[in-house]
């Protein structure tokens, strides 16, 4: 595979936007030294029932220490190699390259069973997952089994987003740049605003440029020499997930790391539904945890109101009343992701045409707008539902609004309604991006 056809237009290494991202304080920002574990062949889970039950055994395991971890900003290291070692990660490798090929309903009840215990935890392998996605959409066959056979073999990817730089000016626009030196080898140079799961990760693809400006994709090692990860995610919700910003500098990668992603611009894919219907997976997962504590602390610790009559708050029909509402939103929600995901599994082996993909999309934003107000509900109405005494910073279930709050803004809702209201009213197939 040619990455670039002539040295002579070969950029030099300065003035490839490789900058380092300012605190908010104007300071350098903190460089996360600390690298992954080396790879562990992880166990190899035989079913997508099995899946969904070694999920819910990890939940109640992250739960206990997820406030605690979200009070002191300690990022899971100790939980992500656990997580990896159940064999989860690899779940959606295809069984022809050797995986368990799950099913999107199994991959979206994977992150709302996590996020409804941790949604910092739960969200770090939002990107692993859509990227396995990428590779089915649009890389070689040898790079398929190459990075399939690293996955199962314990390999963590993670991702390296949009640049946040007047330049930029769409989210989807690369600003770093692949680089062909006068010894024939690549290298790749630039700066990228988040990087959720990388910090955690063994392989970085992010979006680059050739001398063309044709967008690519491109793969670096976390360990590799140039690659600088940031600790300056300093958000006020999904305060572990270390997405902070990285920088890329005269990085080497191999032509075999180089997905011309380009060349599918205009072939339709599952790859923007299927990311989606991951960050409405995780939404409808903080919505589950939110709903699961207020009701915790109505039954402990909820005093009942004065003029209610009743000894237990847990029996005030107000907030009965109040607590079956709540759950029909939270339930409805779910069910549409649910829905919306076996959609993705009803067409995932036929020819995907434009009008297949744009169905899709709107399948997974229907999702997205339910699980976006569920969370946001459920987070806020919690403290409505366990009286003033659930606000003390003891408990922490601030967290649960904090991490809606942060979380769905990950994509706006505004453009879910009128990519449907368009598509319904107008026949107007969505834009193929992963936020679509």
Same mark, same amino acid.
């Given at each position: 595979m040619t990455i670039l056809k002539a040295r002579s237009g070969a950029l030099p290494a300065e003035g490839l936007g490789a900058t380092v991202?300012?605190?908010s304080a104007g300071e350098s920002p903190r460089i996360l030294e600390r690298l992954p574990l080396p790879p562990q062949t992880p166990y190899r889970v035989?079913?997508? *029932?099995e899946a969904l039950q070694i999920a819910r055994a990890l939940a109640e395991e992250f739960r206990v220490s997820a406030a605690e971890r979200d009070r002191e900003r300690r990022l899971p290291w100790d939980e992500i190699e656990r997580y990896t070692a159940s064999g989860l990660w690899a779940i959606t490798i295809p069984k022809e390259? $050797? $995986?368990?090929?799950?099913?999107?309903?199994?991959?979206?009840? !994977?992150f709302v069973t996590i996020c409804g215990a941790d949604p910092s935890l739960g969200q770090i392998p939002q990107n692993h997952f859509a990227v396995i996605q990428n590779l089915k959409d649009t890389a070689s066959e040898a790079q398929r089994q190459r990075w399939f056979a690293d996955v199962l073999g314990g390999h963590r990817i993670g991702n390296a987003g949009p640049e946040r730089k007047a330049k930029a000016a769409q989210l989807v626009s690369?600003?770093?740049?692949?680089?062909?030196? *006068?010894?024939?080898s690549l290298s790749v140079s630039g700066s990228r605003f988040y990087s959720t799961g990388s910090a955690f990760a063994h392989w970085i693809p992010f979006r680059a440029q050739d001398e063309q400006s044709r967008p690519l994709q491109v793969w670096a090692r976390r360990d590799a020499p140039g690659v600088t990860i940031f600790d300056d995610w300093n958000s006020f919700g999904q305060r572990t997930t #270390?997405?902070?910003?990285? +920088?890329?500098?005269?990085?080497? +990668? $191999?032509e075999d790391d180089v997905v011309p992603i380009w060349r599918f611009q205009d072939v339709p894919t !599952?790859?923007?539904?299927?990311?989606?219907?991951?960050? #409405?997976?995780?939404?409808?997962?903080? #919505?589950?945890?939110?709903l699961r504590d207020a009701l915790d602390f109505v039954r402990e610790k909820s005093r009942p109101w004065v003029d209610s009559g009743v000894t237990r708050a847990s029996d005030d029909p107000y907030i009965i009343n109040e607590v079956g509402q709540l759950q029909i939103e939270v339930d409805a929600a779910h069910a549409v992701l649910l829905e919306a995901a076996r959609h993705l599994d009803a067409v995932a082996h036929q020819p995907i045409d434009e009008h297949v993909s744009a169905r899709a999309s709107v399948a997974v934003a229907q999702a997205k707008i339910l699980t976006t107000e569920a969370a946001l509900l459920a987070s806020e109405h919690?403290?409505?539902?366990? $009286?003033?005494?659930?606000?003390? *910073?003891?408990?922490?279930?601030?967290r649960h609004w904090r991490n809606a709050r942060v979380h769905t803004l990950h994509d706006p809702v505004r453009w879910k309604y009128h990519l449907i209201g368009n598509y319904v009213l107008n026949g107007a197939l969505p834009k193929r991006h992963q936020w679509n």
């Open positions: 991202p300012s605190s035989t079913s997508d *029932a390259y $050797g $995986g368990l090929g799950a099913s999107y309903e199994t991959l979206a009840q !994977l690369p600003t770093a740049r692949l680089q062909l030196k *006068a010894d024939g #270390a997405s902070g910003g990285i +920088v890329f500098d005269r990085v080497p +990668v $191999g !599952l790859s923007g539904p299927v990311s989606q219907l991951i960050q #409405a997976a995780i939404d409808a997962g903080i #919505a589950q945890g939110a919690l403290f409505a539902l366990a $009286g003033s005494s659930s606000s003390r *910073a003891a408990h922490n279930l601030d």
